[in-house]
Protein backbone atom coordinates (compact mmCIF):
# COMPACT_ATOMS: atom_id res chain seq x y z
CA UNK A 1 0.00 0.00 0.00
CA UNK A 2 2.88 2.15 0.77
CA UNK A 3 2.79 2.37 -3.47
CA UNK A 4 -0.70 3.05 -4.30
CA UNK A 5 -0.10 6.63 -5.53
CA UNK A 6 2.88 5.50 -7.97
CA UNK A 7 0.67 2.32 -9.22
CA UNK A 8 -2.74 4.68 -10.05
CA UNK A 9 0.02 7.25 -11.75
CA UNK A 10 1.33 4.18 -13.50
CA UNK A 11 -2.42 2.60 -14.66
CA UNK A 12 -3.75 6.40 -15.73
CA UNK A 13 -0.10 6.49 -17.66
CA UNK A 14 -1.11 3.37 -19.66
CA UNK A 15 -5.04 4.50 -20.44
CA UNK A 16 -4.06 8.09 -21.16
CA UNK A 17 -0.77 7.38 -23.33
CA UNK A 18 1.57 9.86 -21.54
CA UNK A 19 3.18 9.99 -17.99
CA UNK A 20 2.78 14.10 -18.24
CA UNK A 21 -0.86 13.91 -19.14
CA UNK A 22 -1.15 11.36 -16.10
CA UNK A 23 0.47 12.80 -13.83
CA UNK A 24 -1.39 16.78 -14.52
CA UNK A 25 -5.02 14.38 -13.80
CA UNK A 26 -3.38 13.50 -10.66
CA UNK A 27 -1.43 17.00 -9.75
CA UNK A 28 1.65 16.26 -10.67
CA UNK A 29 4.42 17.77 -12.39
CA UNK A 30 5.95 16.30 -15.13
CA UNK A 31 8.97 15.78 -12.82
CA UNK A 32 7.15 14.36 -10.07
CA UNK A 33 5.45 12.12 -11.99
CA UNK A 34 7.80 10.82 -13.94
CA UNK A 35 10.17 10.38 -10.14
CA UNK A 36 7.41 8.03 -9.40
CA UNK A 37 7.53 6.13 -11.89
CA UNK A 38 10.97 5.04 -11.82
CA UNK A 39 10.36 4.66 -8.09
CA UNK A 40 7.54 2.01 -8.68
CA UNK A 41 9.70 0.33 -11.41
CA UNK A 42 12.55 0.10 -9.09
CA UNK A 43 10.88 -1.52 -6.69
CA UNK A 44 9.53 -4.17 -8.76
CA UNK A 45 13.12 -4.45 -10.35
CA UNK A 46 11.02 -4.45 -13.89
CA UNK A 47 10.50 -2.18 -16.78
CA UNK A 48 7.09 -1.49 -17.60
CA UNK A 49 7.25 0.94 -20.28
CA UNK A 50 9.46 1.55 -23.27
CA UNK A 51 9.83 5.23 -23.82
CA UNK A 52 10.04 7.26 -26.71
CA UNK A 53 9.84 11.12 -27.11
CA UNK A 54 6.76 10.61 -28.80
CA UNK A 55 4.92 8.14 -26.46
CA UNK A 56 4.93 5.44 -23.74
CA UNK A 57 4.38 1.67 -24.47
CA UNK A 58 3.75 -1.33 -22.66
CA UNK A 59 6.27 -4.14 -22.05
CA UNK A 60 4.66 -7.74 -21.90
CA UNK A 61 5.82 -7.26 -18.12
CA UNK A 62 4.09 -3.92 -17.99
CA UNK A 63 1.01 -5.49 -19.50
CA UNK A 64 0.83 -8.10 -16.88
CA UNK A 65 1.00 -5.86 -14.07
CA UNK A 66 -1.49 -3.25 -15.63
CA UNK A 67 -3.98 -5.98 -16.04
CA UNK A 68 -3.60 -6.82 -12.02
CA UNK A 69 -3.21 -3.43 -10.98
CA UNK A 70 -6.41 -2.32 -12.26
CA UNK A 71 -8.69 -5.24 -10.68
CA UNK A 72 -6.81 -4.47 -7.30
CA UNK A 73 -7.50 -0.83 -7.90
CA UNK A 74 -11.31 -1.76 -8.57
CA UNK A 75 -11.52 -3.65 -6.03
CA UNK A 76 -10.60 -0.94 -3.20
CA UNK A 77 -13.09 1.91 -5.10
CA UNK A 78 -16.22 -1.31 -5.01
CA UNK A 79 -14.84 -1.71 -1.04
CA UNK A 80 -14.86 1.77 -0.70
CA UNK A 81 -18.01 2.50 -2.54
CA UNK A 82 -19.75 -0.80 -0.55
CA UNK A 83 -19.87 1.50 2.66
CA UNK A 84 -22.44 3.93 0.86
CA UNK A 85 -25.96 3.04 0.15
CA UNK A 86 -26.15 6.05 -2.11
CA UNK A 87 -27.18 6.03 -5.46
CA UNK A 88 -23.90 8.32 -6.30
CA UNK A 89 -21.35 5.70 -5.76
CA UNK A 90 -23.08 2.91 -7.97
CA UNK A 91 -20.08 3.91 -10.49
CA UNK A 92 -16.96 2.11 -12.65
CA UNK A 93 -16.93 -0.07 -15.14
CA UNK A 94 -19.01 -3.47 -15.48
CA UNK A 95 -17.96 -5.84 -17.81
CA UNK A 96 -20.56 -8.68 -19.17
CA UNK A 97 -20.12 -11.45 -21.27
CA UNK A 98 -23.28 -12.69 -23.07
CA UNK A 99 -24.09 -14.93 -25.84
CA UNK A 100 -24.27 -12.92 -29.33
CA UNK A 101 -27.69 -12.70 -30.54
CA UNK A 102 -29.15 -12.16 -26.77
CA UNK A 103 -26.53 -9.45 -26.29
CA UNK A 104 -27.00 -7.28 -29.38
CA UNK A 105 -30.77 -7.51 -29.23
CA UNK A 106 -31.60 -7.82 -25.58
CA UNK A 107 -29.09 -6.99 -23.30
CA UNK A 108 -27.73 -3.93 -25.24
CA UNK A 109 -30.52 -1.89 -25.04
CA UNK A 110 -31.22 -3.06 -21.04
CA UNK A 111 -27.52 -1.52 -20.70
CA UNK A 112 -28.16 1.90 -22.11
CA UNK A 113 -31.12 2.32 -19.98
CA UNK A 114 -29.36 1.15 -17.21
CA UNK A 115 -26.89 3.75 -17.54
CA UNK A 116 -29.37 6.41 -17.68
CA UNK A 117 -30.46 5.75 -14.31
CA UNK A 118 -26.45 5.26 -13.14
CA UNK A 119 -24.51 7.51 -15.46
CA UNK A 120 -21.27 6.96 -13.11
CA UNK A 121 -21.38 3.14 -14.72
CA UNK A 122 -19.78 1.95 -17.90
CA UNK A 123 -20.76 -0.99 -19.57
CA UNK A 124 -18.42 -3.29 -21.41
CA UNK A 125 -20.45 -6.43 -23.40
CA UNK A 126 -18.44 -9.24 -24.61
CA UNK A 127 -20.17 -11.33 -27.14
CA UNK A 128 -19.43 -15.10 -27.36
CA UNK A 129 -21.72 -18.04 -27.78
CA UNK A 130 -18.92 -20.03 -26.52
CA UNK A 131 -18.43 -20.91 -22.54
CA UNK A 132 -15.47 -18.52 -22.80
CA UNK A 133 -15.24 -15.61 -19.65
CA UNK A 134 -16.95 -18.27 -17.10
CA UNK A 135 -14.34 -17.82 -14.29
CA UNK A 136 -12.14 -14.93 -16.15
CA UNK A 137 -11.05 -12.40 -13.28
CA UNK A 138 -12.10 -9.28 -16.34
CA UNK A 139 -16.36 -10.40 -16.43
CA UNK A 140 -18.07 -9.62 -13.25
CA UNK A 141 -21.49 -11.63 -14.86
CA UNK A 142 -21.86 -13.76 -17.20
CA UNK A 143 -25.09 -13.86 -19.06
CA UNK A 144 -26.11 -17.69 -20.46
CA UNK A 145 -28.99 -20.12 -21.17
CA UNK A 146 -29.11 -23.17 -18.75
CA UNK A 147 -26.51 -23.43 -15.80
CA UNK A 148 -23.03 -25.04 -16.70
CA UNK A 149 -21.72 -27.63 -14.79
CA UNK A 150 -19.51 -25.80 -12.83
CA UNK A 151 -20.00 -25.98 -8.81
CA UNK A 152 -17.86 -22.78 -8.28
CA UNK A 153 -20.69 -20.35 -9.91
CA UNK A 154 -23.40 -19.01 -8.25
CA UNK A 155 -25.98 -19.52 -10.89
CA UNK A 156 -29.11 -16.94 -10.05
CA UNK A 157 -31.78 -17.43 -12.07
CA UNK A 158 -33.28 -13.89 -14.19
CA UNK A 159 -35.60 -15.65 -16.27
CA UNK A 160 -37.57 -18.60 -17.68
CA UNK A 161 -36.65 -19.66 -21.33
CA UNK A 162 -37.42 -22.30 -23.84
CA UNK A 163 -36.55 -22.96 -27.81
CA UNK A 164 -38.78 -22.64 -30.18
CA UNK A 165 -38.57 -24.07 -34.09
CA UNK A 166 -38.93 -21.00 -36.13
CA UNK A 167 -38.60 -20.02 -40.16
CA UNK A 168 -39.20 -17.66 -42.50
CA UNK A 169 -42.18 -17.25 -44.37
CA UNK A 170 -41.12 -16.88 -47.63
CA UNK A 171 -39.17 -20.62 -46.91
CA UNK A 172 -42.81 -22.02 -45.82
CA UNK A 173 -44.19 -20.94 -48.80
CA UNK A 174 -41.57 -22.53 -50.47
CA UNK A 175 -41.53 -26.10 -48.34
CA UNK A 176 -44.51 -26.14 -46.87
CA UNK A 177 -45.04 -26.38 -42.94
CA UNK A 178 -44.08 -29.52 -40.96
CA UNK A 179 -47.21 -31.04 -38.60
CA UNK A 180 -45.05 -33.39 -36.73
CA UNK A 181 -41.37 -33.57 -35.59
CA UNK A 182 -41.27 -36.88 -37.87
CA UNK A 183 -41.14 -34.70 -40.92
CA UNK A 184 -38.49 -31.93 -39.89
CA UNK A 185 -35.72 -34.68 -42.03
CA UNK A 186 -37.45 -33.21 -45.36
CA UNK A 187 -36.63 -29.67 -44.76
CA UNK A 188 -33.42 -27.72 -44.55
CA UNK A 189 -31.87 -26.78 -41.08
CA UNK A 190 -29.54 -24.17 -39.44
CA UNK A 191 -27.62 -25.21 -36.74
CA UNK A 192 -26.07 -22.81 -33.86
CA UNK A 193 -23.62 -23.47 -31.58
CA UNK A 194 -21.66 -26.82 -30.59
CA UNK A 195 -22.81 -30.55 -30.74
CA UNK A 196 -25.72 -30.85 -27.74
CA UNK A 197 -29.03 -29.05 -27.84
CA UNK A 198 -28.03 -27.04 -30.95
CA UNK A 199 -27.94 -30.49 -33.33
CA UNK A 200 -30.38 -32.53 -31.24
CA UNK A 201 -33.72 -30.90 -31.28
CA UNK A 202 -35.34 -32.92 -28.45
CA UNK A 203 -39.63 -32.43 -28.46
CA UNK A 204 -42.04 -33.42 -26.52
CA UNK A 205 -46.04 -33.07 -26.64
CA UNK A 206 -47.35 -34.81 -22.94
CA UNK A 207 -45.66 -38.17 -22.60
CA UNK A 208 -44.98 -37.67 -26.40
CA UNK A 209 -41.14 -37.10 -27.36
CA UNK A 210 -39.27 -37.11 -30.49
CA UNK A 211 -35.36 -36.73 -30.42
CA UNK A 212 -34.12 -35.09 -33.91
CA UNK A 213 -31.02 -35.46 -35.01
CA UNK A 214 -30.12 -32.65 -37.56
CA UNK A 215 -28.29 -34.10 -40.53
CA UNK A 216 -24.87 -31.96 -40.63
CA UNK A 217 -24.01 -33.02 -43.75
CA UNK A 218 -26.54 -30.89 -45.12
CA UNK A 219 -26.86 -28.58 -42.51
CA UNK A 220 -25.80 -24.37 -42.63
CA UNK A 221 -23.68 -24.44 -39.40
CA UNK A 222 -22.04 -21.27 -37.86
CA UNK A 223 -20.78 -20.53 -33.90
CA UNK A 224 -22.64 -17.23 -34.46
CA UNK A 225 -25.95 -16.96 -32.90
CA UNK A 226 -26.85 -14.23 -34.31
CA UNK A 227 -25.95 -15.23 -37.70
CA UNK A 228 -28.19 -18.44 -37.55
CA UNK A 229 -31.15 -16.08 -36.80
CA UNK A 230 -30.27 -13.86 -40.08
CA UNK A 231 -29.84 -16.69 -42.23
CA UNK A 232 -33.05 -18.35 -41.10
CA UNK A 233 -35.11 -14.47 -41.65
CA UNK A 234 -33.21 -14.80 -44.79
CA UNK A 235 -35.04 -18.21 -45.74
CA UNK A 236 -32.65 -20.80 -45.38
CA UNK A 237 -34.23 -23.38 -43.71
CA UNK A 238 -35.55 -23.98 -39.77
CA UNK A 239 -33.73 -23.51 -36.23
CA UNK A 240 -33.85 -23.53 -33.16
CA UNK A 241 -33.14 -20.67 -30.98
CA UNK A 242 -34.21 -19.14 -27.05
CA UNK A 243 -37.76 -17.71 -27.24
CA UNK A 244 -35.36 -14.54 -26.32
CA UNK A 245 -33.64 -13.77 -29.04
CA UNK A 246 -36.53 -14.27 -31.50
CA UNK A 247 -39.73 -13.18 -29.87
CA UNK A 248 -39.36 -9.60 -31.96
CA UNK A 249 -38.99 -11.13 -35.03
CA UNK A 250 -41.81 -13.30 -34.60
CA UNK A 251 -44.06 -10.40 -33.10
CA UNK A 252 -42.84 -8.68 -36.49
CA UNK A 253 -43.54 -11.29 -38.92
CA UNK A 254 -40.28 -11.73 -39.92
CA UNK A 255 -40.09 -15.86 -38.40
CA UNK A 256 -42.76 -17.77 -37.81
CA UNK A 257 -42.91 -19.91 -35.06
CA UNK A 258 -43.55 -24.27 -35.63
CA UNK A 259 -45.10 -27.11 -34.41
CA UNK A 260 -45.76 -24.85 -31.12
CA UNK A 261 -47.65 -27.84 -29.56
CA UNK A 262 -44.48 -29.25 -29.31
CA UNK A 263 -42.09 -27.95 -26.22
CA UNK A 264 -38.29 -28.01 -25.56
CA UNK A 265 -36.50 -28.66 -22.65
CA UNK A 266 -36.43 -25.53 -20.56
CA UNK A 267 -32.99 -23.47 -20.45
CA UNK A 268 -33.93 -20.61 -18.07
CA UNK A 269 -31.78 -17.52 -18.24
CA UNK A 270 -29.13 -17.07 -15.44
CA UNK A 271 -26.59 -14.41 -14.01
CA UNK A 272 -23.50 -16.21 -13.22
CA UNK A 273 -20.47 -15.59 -11.08
CA UNK A 274 -17.64 -16.83 -9.05
CA UNK A 275 -18.58 -17.81 -5.28
CA UNK A 276 -15.08 -16.15 -4.40
CA UNK A 277 -16.46 -12.93 -6.14
CA UNK A 278 -17.23 -9.59 -3.98
CA UNK A 279 -20.27 -8.19 -6.07
CA UNK A 280 -19.86 -4.47 -5.98
CA UNK A 281 -22.72 -2.20 -5.56
CA UNK A 282 -23.08 -1.61 -9.61
CA UNK A 283 -23.35 -5.32 -9.84
CA UNK A 284 -25.67 -5.73 -7.44
CA UNK A 285 -27.87 -2.91 -8.95
CA UNK A 286 -27.38 -3.92 -12.39
CA UNK A 287 -28.63 -7.69 -11.44
CA UNK A 288 -31.34 -5.91 -9.27
CA UNK A 289 -32.68 -4.22 -12.68
CA UNK A 290 -32.32 -7.01 -15.31
CA UNK A 291 -34.45 -9.02 -12.26
CA UNK A 292 -37.04 -6.15 -13.38
CA UNK A 293 -36.88 -6.26 -16.84
CA UNK A 294 -36.91 -9.69 -17.83
CA UNK A 295 -40.30 -9.54 -15.54
CA UNK A 296 -41.67 -6.86 -17.85
CA UNK A 297 -40.70 -8.24 -20.99
CA UNK A 298 -42.02 -11.80 -20.16
CA UNK A 299 -45.38 -10.56 -19.67
CA UNK A 300 -44.62 -8.53 -23.43
CA UNK A 301 -43.78 -12.24 -24.84
CA UNK A 302 -45.02 -12.29 -27.79
CA UNK A 303 -45.10 -16.54 -27.22
Known amino acids: MDNLGDIRLFVEAAQLGGLSVAGRKLGLSPAAASARLLKLEASLATRLFERTTRQLRLTDEGRLYLQHCRQALQALDDARAALSMEKKEIRGKIRLSATSDFGRHVLSPWLDAFTELYPQVVPALLLSDSMSHLVSDDVDLVIRFGVPPD ?29 HPEQLGEFDHIVAGPSGWSTEWRLHRGAEEVLFKVPLEAARETNDGALARQWA ?71
Open 151 to 179: SSLIARPLATNHRVLCAAPSYLQRKGMPE
Open 233 to 303: IEGHGIVLKSIWDVSADLAAGRLRLLLPEWQSVEAPVHALYPRSRYLAPRVRALLDFLLERFEQASRKMAV
